[in-house]
């Protein structure tokens, strides 16, 4: 079992001697640094060091298709003046390579003053996941083999399965932060992510694509012993198989039934990204101005939690050094706030709620989502069903797009089936789910009390950056939407 520091004090000794020690630098020089960032007359700055040792395995039809080992390190320097920031970083974590990026970040303020200088203090924050290394206790070889016994147990399978991709990823992140605020954080993030794709075909000249997989913040013998890689085999042979038999999706406006767990994407697309702090101070999200008003059914109730143990996209602290939190955006349909970094809080004259998030030291922060989930409500999954006499049950996600001003998205789902009087009977290929948040939030009209978070997949990008996040539901039917099919 990994074990956990049993205090902050231990963890920000191991972090210091990673990023600080190497380069000759201690607190003294991080408190003289931010002084002289301020000293040019801004409102804020902070420090932001990074050592990140990524690596992965993938391996096709048996054969070792691509193996890499990188390691990537430096310091972000961010300097605020009002609404300006000045952004600098460096490779080089040491003084001279931080005072080369503070003055330079320094340049967005010009009016010199005197500053009577900043001190930090180690932040105390509970630890949610492991500070082992990922790769502890794992030899390459076993990776390998693993990823051996994934194929073979695929294509035993089926006869139909003729193609078979699967692959290992892992990161191990030391992160620091120090802040103006008076802020000296850390934290040691593991994640690992285990997935399989593979390829059915019917003999006949037609082909579909199953793919499954997870992980999350652990370590890779942790993965390994959860025995999770049976469990993505079969989700993925048999959507590959299902969708082998799937006829042509109906189209039109029609009730939906989203599946529990990964369908929580379109959540996360179509309202998540609507509700970040950023677009909302701009208002130039659908959701702007409207916090302590009715924005959908008093069915939904949505969180964002950074303090979910293991989650992909759970944090012990964000990038700002702010400690992960849980946040109610929507309660019973009432909008209650907006994620936060520190920048847009501060402009907004609110609390930074634990949400600050850069992709490395070469990124600046800014609002972004950890695990965003609706809350179970009181239907049974077949009662849902039950109530739908003719529409479509998605089970399953590919991926969409989504116009943060006003909310439209559209989505493609992977695994799909009619809903039949009240019955799922034959798989649908084909189908497109096209709407818009706010109003999708108002047509939900029952929540299942089968609440699932995805496997431990998902990757969000904005401005940009790509960032791990978690994604949950229970099963929800929406009234009325619209799907675009491929049935004339």
Request: charge should be negative; charged fraction near 20%.
């Amino acid at each position: 079992m990994a074990v956990i520091f049993k205090n902050r004090q231990t963890m920000l000794n191991k972090v210091k001697n990673q990023l600080l020690q190497a380069g000759g630098l201690d607190e003294s020089q991080l408190e003289n640094a931010l002084s002289h960032s301020l000293s040019h007359g801004a409102d804020f700055a902070d420090l932001y060091f990074q050592s990140m040792r990524m690596e992965s395995w993938m391996l096709e039809d048996k054969k070792v298709k691509s193996g890499s080992h990188s390691i990537d390190a430096g310091v972000g320097v961010r300097v605020n003046n009002g609404e300006k920031t000045g952004f600098a970083y460096s490779d080089a974590m040491t003084e001279q390579g931080m005072m080369q990026a503070v003055k330079t970040a320094s340049t967005i303020a010009n009016k010199h003053q005197k500053h009577a200088g900043v001190k930090i203090q180690a932040l105390e924050t509970p630890q949610i996941y492991t500070g082992d290394d990922v790769l502890t206790g794992v030899e390459n070889t076993e990776i390998l083999a693993l990823l051996n016994q994934m194929d073979a147990t695929a294509r035993k399978a089926d006869p139909r399965i003729s193609k078979v991709i699967c692959s290992l990823s892992s990161s191990q992140e030391y992160i620091l932060v120090a802040a103006s605020d008076g802020t000296f954080a850390s934290d040691i993030r593991p994640l690992c992510k285990l997935s399989i794709q593979v390829i059915a075909n019917d003999g006949k000249g037609r082909m579909e694509i199953g793919f499954s997989g997870g992980g999350g913040r652990m370590t890779l013998k942790e993965l390994f012993n959860q025995g999770v890689d049976e469990t993505f085999i079969n989700q993925a042979v048999k959507s590959a198989l299902i969708n082998l038999e799937a006829v042509a999706a109906p189209a039109g406006d029609m009730p939906v039934v989203l599946g529990a767990g990964w369908p929580g994407v379109l959540l996360h697309e179509a309202i998540g990204h609507g509700l970040e702090g950023d677009f909302n101070r701009k208002g130039t999200s659908a959701f702007s101005g409207k916090v302590g008003q009715r924005v959908a059914s008093d069915a939904c109730t949505i969180i964002d939690s950074g303090i979910l143990p293991n989650r992909r996209g759970s944090l012990t602290i964000d990038d700002e050094g702010t400690a992960a939190q849980e946040n109610v955006l929507i309660e019973n349909g009432i909008l209650k706030g907006y994620m936060q970094d520190k920048l847009n809080a501060r402009l907004m004259g609110v609390k930074p709620t634990g949400n600050g998030r850069r992709e490395s030291f070469g990124h600046l922060p800014i609002p972004r989502m950890t695990n965003t989930y609706m809350l179970p409500g009181k239907y049974e999954h077949e009662e849902i069903i039950a109530s739908v006499k003719k529409g479509i049950y998605a089970e399953n996600f590919r991926g969409g797009q989504v116009d943060i001003t006003n909310g439209k998205f559209v989505f493609s789902a992977s695994d799909a089936f009619l809903i039949e009087n009240g019955k799922i009977t034959k798989p649908v290929k084909g189908v497109t789910l096209i709407g818009d948040g706010p109003t999708v939030l108002t047509k939900v009209s029952m929540v299942g009390n089968n609440l699932e978070f995805d496997q431990g997949m998902g990757v969000c990008g904005k401005d940009g950056q790509n960032l791990p996040v978690g994604i949950g539901q229970p099963t929800l039917k929406v009234d009325s939407l619209t799907v675009g099919g491929t049935e004339f």
